[in-house]
């Protein structure tokens, strides 16, 4: 049986959510462009969002992270959003099929690895999936595969390898990759599955024990959403990001450089 901890957090997410949903987004300005965004890229996506604001002074960048799958469920609800980036390309086709995006401004803006991730200290020894049986690993950290694409790819993984059914009983389930991420940095899980994007930027904390190298890479996507009066600026913000200087700031934040 499956262990959800931190309660209180979900329900705080839960919280975040309804207030971006009822409350100060439905404010933004003219010029303030509302981003929702996967949470795997809130590290790399401020400073974008940075760099971007000193070239553009009169433009405001709002954003909205979290996982994927919950993004599209907002947008769904009416979500003020001007642009969506999310951290698989399954959701986002959602998002095509139920004509809450641009189609035509859909762009592949960079790629991601899925890695097993394990506290800075641990002396574990992982060589492959069939190791998470060992009875060293009594918790296992990944994200909730039904709203948190690395969850989908983790349990894609763990059923390729016939391991899923037996893990069952060690999963502790995160709502998003940033969640798993504190639960191994924290030291309160043996391993966890997150990105390398995740990982990079808690060397000090976590370590990689095994990298993945799935069907192919993991692809985030990024469109403009559909608005009765749609944002003029938001193009712009998406052009910035696949930019050599947006794919030059993801690339330090551990994701691929997309940039020519």
Known sequence: MKKYYFVRKVIQNIVIAMIFLFGGLYYAK???IVVSAAI???NAFKEIAKTYEAEHP????LFNFGASGSLLQQLNQGAPVDVFASADEKTMDQASEKGLIIKKSRKDFTYNNLVLIAPIHSVLHVQNVDDLLQPAIQKIAMGQPQIVPAGRYTQQLLEQNHVWDKVQNKLIIGQNVRQVLDYVGRDEVNVGFVYHSDAAIAQDKVKILLEFSLNRSIC???????????NQNAQRFIDFVLSS???NILE????ANLSP
């Open 30 to 32: 003219a010029n303030d």
């Open 40 to 42: 795997s890229l809130s």
């Open 58 to 61: 009169t433009d405001k960048i």
């Open 220 to 230: 985030y996507p990024i469109a403009l959403v559909k608005q009765r009066k749609p």
């Open 245 to 247: 200087t947006g794919q």
């Open 252 to 255: 330090k934040y551990g994701f």
